[in-house]
């Protein structure tokens, strides 16, 4: 069962055509990694998949619901797909545990209780529970992008994306942040991940999407492929 369908998919900014004629399907629990170089139109997909951006033609299916459908609702979908950015994008004035609490609490409006008993185990998952009154100023970058995959999981999405991780991350905390993406990956959420890094796409991911200008040119679950040795 497919959790993202692209179906001859276009987007043009103006008359920049950023994304040709796309056919991807990701299925549910499927770990999908995306290379390919600056200015491929990685990240344009990704911002398509939650609404961020919309499709000029085609058809985008999105955990059963055609985003193109006007009676599709939007925050559901932004709800149901997180987004794990490069730049972590946490609430600077807010403490960790605020970070993680607040989607549930106000976009949800759940149980404040239940929301920070969640939130308490999810730090724990990614190792940072006795972060919980800390601020994002606070700590290291490797430690807020793992606030910030805690903040996406509390919403209880059926699929998370991931716009380069770890790109903005000192080699040193590469690895926990990835750990932790391996966690996730190994519960059997659906991640489509835009990374650098070919450890994760090789040993995690279950196939890599190579995109160049705009198009996909290599879609495949033999991910070997992709390695000489
Ligand atoms: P990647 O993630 O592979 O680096 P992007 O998806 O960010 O690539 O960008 C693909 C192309 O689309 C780039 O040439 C970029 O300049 C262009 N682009 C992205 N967003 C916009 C926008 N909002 N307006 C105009 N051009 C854009
Ligand atoms: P929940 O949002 O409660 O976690 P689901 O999203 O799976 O659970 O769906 C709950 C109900 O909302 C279902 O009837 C589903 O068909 C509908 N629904 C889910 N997503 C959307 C959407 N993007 N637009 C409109 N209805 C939706």
Same mark, same amino acid.
């Given at each position: 069962?497919?959790?993202?369908?692209?179906?001859?998919?276009?987007?043009?900014?103006?008359?920049?055509?950023?994304?040709?004629?796309?056919?991807?399907?990701?299925?549910?629990?499927? #770990?999908?990694?995306?290379?390919?170089?600056?200015?491929?139109?990685?990240?344009?997909? *990704?911002?398509?998949?939650? =609404? +961020? %951006?919309?499709?000029?033609?085609?058809?985008?299916?999105?955990?059963?619901?055609?985003?193109?459908?006007?009676?599709?609702?939007?925050?559901?979908?932004?709800?149901?797909?997180?987004?794990?950015?490069?730049?972590?994008?946490?609430?600077?004035?807010?403490?960790?545990?605020?970070?993680?609490?607040?989607?549930?609490?106000? #976009?949800?409006?759940?149980?404040?209780?239940?929301?920070?008993?969640?939130?308490?185990? *999810?730090?724990?998952?990614? =190792? +940072? %529970?006795?972060?919980?009154?800390?601020?994002?100023?606070?700590?290291?970058?490797?430690?807020?992008?793992?606030?910030?995959?805690?903040?996406?999981?509390?919403?209880?999405?059926?699929?998370?994306?991931?716009?380069?991780?770890?790109?903005?991350?000192?080699?040193?905390?590469?690895?926990?942040?990835?750990?932790?993406?391996?966690?996730?990956?190994?519960?059997?959420?659906?991640?489509?991940?835009?990374?650098?890094?070919?450890?994760?796409?090789?040993?995690?991911?279950?196939?890599?999407?190579?995109?160049?200008?705009?198009?996909?040119?290599?879609?495949?679950?033999?991910?070997?492929?992709?390695?000489?040795?």
């Amino acid at each position: 069962m497919s959790m993202i369908e692209f179906h001859d998919v276009n987007k043009y900014f103006g008359k920049f055509h950023a994304l040709k004629n796309i056919n991807l399907t990701v299925d549910r629990g499927e #770990v999908v990694t995306i290379i390919g170089p600056s200015g491929s139109g990685k990240s344009t997909l *990704l911002r398509c998949i939650n =609404g +961020l %951006e919309r499709i000029t033609s085609g058809q985008l299916i999105v955990n059963d619901f055609d985003l193109a459908d006007k009676k599709t609702d939007m925050n559901r979908i932004r709800k149901n797909v997180g987004m794990v950015f490069q730049h972590f994008n946490l609430y600077a004035n807010k403490n960790v545990l605020q970070n993680v609490t607040l989607g549930p609490d106000l #976009v949800l409006k759940r149980n404040k209780q239940e929301v920070e008993q969640e939130a308490h185990d *999810l730090l724990k998952m990614v =190792g +940072l %529970e006795n972060k919980a009154d800390s601020f994002p100023g606070e700590l290291s970058g490797g430690q807020q992008q793992r606030v910030a995959i805690a903040r996406s999981l509390a919403m209880k999405p059926k699929a998370i994306l991931f716009d380069e991780p770890t790109s903005a991350l000192d080699p040193e905390m590469i690895g926990d942040v990835l750990d932790v993406m391996q966690k996730i990956a190994e519960q059997g959420m659906t991640m489509v991940v835009v990374t650098h890094e070919m450890g994760f796409a090789r040993h995690v991911g279950n196939r890599i999407v190579f995109m160049d200008d705009g198009q996909i040119l290599v879609d495949s679950a033999n991910v070997d492929q992709f390695f000489d040795d």
